[in-house]
Nanobody, 127 residues
Framework: QVQLVESGGGLVQPGGSLRLSCAAS????????VGWFRQAPGKEREAVSC????????YYADSVKGRFTISRDNAKNTVYLQMNSLKPEDTANYYC????????????????????WGHGTQVTVSS
């Protein structure tokens, strides 16, 4: 059974850090681009970051550049999102997704490019 399970969310003060994990089971993340999306109440789901394969190309939304870092550990079948200098506007439910790569280093930022989704982990940035 294919599954993506996010973890690592929680409540953090502004300026703090969190590391989200996205663990895959039932398939190998090799050959997949993995993206992180977020959705705040009343807003559309937006792409935050993506990491491709096999070259590890990355994409970051302008709003998180310089603060968030995406990485992957294929041996653990897991992708991480390190989030530093968190702001209240980063508050959202964060989802990971995996999509089959159709070209070397392909990056995906549209939700309909992805094949599998996790159920999300809540990140709240508040003092």
């Amino acid at each position: 059974q294919v599954q993506l399970v996010e973890s690592g969310g929680g409540l953090v003060q502004p300026g703090g850090s969190l590391r989200l994990s996205c663990a895959a089971s039932g398939f190998s993340m090799d050959g997949y681009a993995v993206g992180w999306f977020r959705q705040a109440p009343g807003k559309e789901r937006e792409a935050v970051s993506c990491i491709s394969s096999p070259d590890g190309s990355t994409y970051y939304a302008d709003s998180v550049k310089g603060r968030f870092t995406i990485s992957r550990d294929n041996a653990k079948n897991t992708v991480y999102l390190q989030m530093n200098s968190l702001k209240p506007e980063d508050t959202a439910n964060y989802y990971c997704a995996a999509g089959v790569i159709r070209g070397w280093g392909q990056l995906m930022i549209a939700t309909d490019e992805y094949d599998y989704w996790g159920h999300g982990t809540q990140v709240t940035v508040s003092s």
